[in-house]
């Protein structure tokens, strides 16, 4: 019997074989009941931690939703912020004869790799064929109140294309990559048309370059940039770009709930997210738009993982497990992984305009709102229940961007800032006189219009800067907020523009 314990103990190693091992035992009336009994210890031990920590995830979420749960928030938009912003794991259904599994206890470490290189300021500025309304804007792209409207009108709405090959040149990623001018054109030009499919009011092509100037401001006001590789950029700004391509305009729950097409593509799960994905790297299959058509099978996989990762996190149904898990990291004293980092910067970027001067946030507040109308009307014809916020009638418009601020974007912002500084001033720390390499990359910091310096002292008043920037914003845009609400009853919308309420000219806004 001893003889037979030694030789299977190795194979022990998991409860459920463990298990099994002790009933054949039992069953050959061959039991070593020391053995035994350290086997069930060590089984209810593990299954213990099992169920503790599928009940800490589970309280863990019933503390995010209480928070929504404020007496100044209104129902609806409680119920909002949470079919939006939590993902509630549905209870299987486990029928009889189903046996049961154990969760897997092992997490697989990525350790993140630091600085690498990075760029010189390159500038479009001086092409000669960019109008003066266009020159005129991109000398504001390093900026926090970067006016894309005024981009999107003075390149006759070709605000994506023409941001994207701006940052592509002063990040040297052109020249760094071999990237086809004649592919990066046709490539930009079929994503814009891709934007436009639906004629969204939000979820175009103007959004789309909006999140990857913040995405790149982020970068920039954080120093994020000095912690990445050239191709981490390069797929950052990707990711950016095509986040949203051919958005529906209607939310995935919509999709879901319609047994829509795409719904029964992706089998219900990130629906849009995997649809952006896939319909944009289909783009790059035409040898004529194929941007990569440069790149090593490495660097082209090493891509196009970070892609996915970043763009399938910006399911906002993630946000809570987004937050838990770069919160943990930052408790735990880990290493930040770079893939997670990266994703939740692209999420950031994807909610900030209440962060933007009231002027920018007032309108895109507007293009959203008339989306979600949109698809409430459509809930109508259909039968279905309208979803919060979705009725014309009876949406609390000012209500819920107070508490999309209040319980969202602050918390959001203020993590990404605790990062941010977990990363970059070690990285300053280790490298108070940089050599070469991280001169190269710091000088793009250096030469943009904020005009800084790598050293520990700039970089520390800049994050500092950057927090006030968009905490006066997002407090200012809840004292306008506030106004409207008081302003109007409870019932009303939309049917005045907000951005006409006791606005100030964008110009006025300095993000110094």
């Given amino acids: 019997m001893a003889e037979l314990v030694k030789v299977k103990k190795k194979h022990l190693q998991t409860p459920l074989t463990r298990l099994k091992c002790m009933i054949s035992h039992i069953e050959e009336s061959n039991v070593d009941y020391e053995q035994l009994k350290k086997n069930l210890e060590y089984t209810a031990s593990l299954l213990e931690a099992v169920v503790i920590d599928g009940t800490r995830q589970t309280l863990d979420m019933e503390d995010h939703l209480q928070q929504f749960k404020a007496d100044r928030v209104p129902s609806e938009v409680q119920d909002w912020l949470a079919s939006t912003f939590m993902q509630r794991a549905s209870r299987p259904i486990r029928y009889p004869e189903e046996k049961p599994r154990f969760r897997s206890i092992v997490h697989a470490v990525q350790a993140g790799i630091f600085v690498e290189r990075m760029f010189r300021k390159a500038s479009s500025l001086s092409m000669p064929d960019q109008p003066p309304e266009v020159l005129n804007c991109l000398r504001d792209v390093d900026r926090w109140n970067f006016d894309v409207f005024a981009l999107d009108a003075g390149s006759s709405g070709h605000a994506l294309k023409t941001l994207f090959i701006e940052l592509m040149i002063r990040y ?95 089998n219900d799960r990130s629906v849009q997210e995997s649809h952006h994905l896939s319909a944009a790297f289909q783009l790059l299959q035409n040898e004529q738009m194929n941007i990569f058509t440069n790149f090593s099978r490495e660097e082209w996989m090493e891509l196009r993982s970070l892609v996915i990762e970043m763009v399938l996190a910006t399911d906002m149904s993630f946000h809570i497990l987004q937050l838990k898990g770069i919160k943990h990291s930052l408790q735990q004293q880990e290493r930040i992984d770079k893939a997670k980092a990266l ?168 993000d110094h």
């Fill in 343 to 510: 994703s939740f910067l692209l999420h950031t970027a994807d909610i900030s305009h209440p962060t933007k001067p009231w002027a920018l946030h007032s309108r895109w507040s507007k293009a959203l709102t008339e989306e979600l109308f949109r698809q409430g009307d459509k809930e109508g014809e259909l039968g279905l229940t309208i979803s919060p916020l979705c009725d014309r009638k009876t949406a609390p418009i000012a209500q819920s961007q107070i508490g999309f601020i209040d319980f969202i974007v602050d918390p959001t912002f203020s993590l990404l800032m605790d990062m941010a500084e977990k990363i970059i001033i070690p990285l300053v720390q280790d490298n108070p006189e940089p050599p070469e390499l991280v001169n190269r990359h710091s000088s793009l910091w250096k030469e943009s219009s904020r005009g800084l310096q790598w050293s520990l002292a700039h970089v520390t008043a800049e994050l500092v800067s950057f927090r006030l920037t968009w905490t006066r914003h997002t407090e200012d845009n809840k004292f306008r907020w506030r106004e409207i609400k008081t302003e109007r009853t409870s019932g009303d919308s939309f049917s005045e523009d907000p951005s006409t309420s006791a606005v100030k000219p964008l110009q006025e806004y300095s």
């Fill in 172 to 266: 040297e990623l052109t020249n760094r990559f071999k990237v086809p001018i004649s592919c990066l054109m046709s490539f930009l030009c079929e994503l814009e048309q891709g934007y436009s499919k639906h004629n969204n009011p939000y979820h175009c092509q103007t959004h789309a370059a909006d999140v990857t100037q913040t995405l790149h401001c982020l970068l920039l006001r954080t120093g994020l940039v000095h912690w990445l590789t050239e191709l981490e950029v390069l797929a950052s700004l990707f990711a950016a770009a095509i986040h949203d391509y051919e958005h529906t305009g209607n939310t995935n729950t919509f999709h879901i709930l319609t047994r829509s097409d795409l719904a029964i593509t992706y």
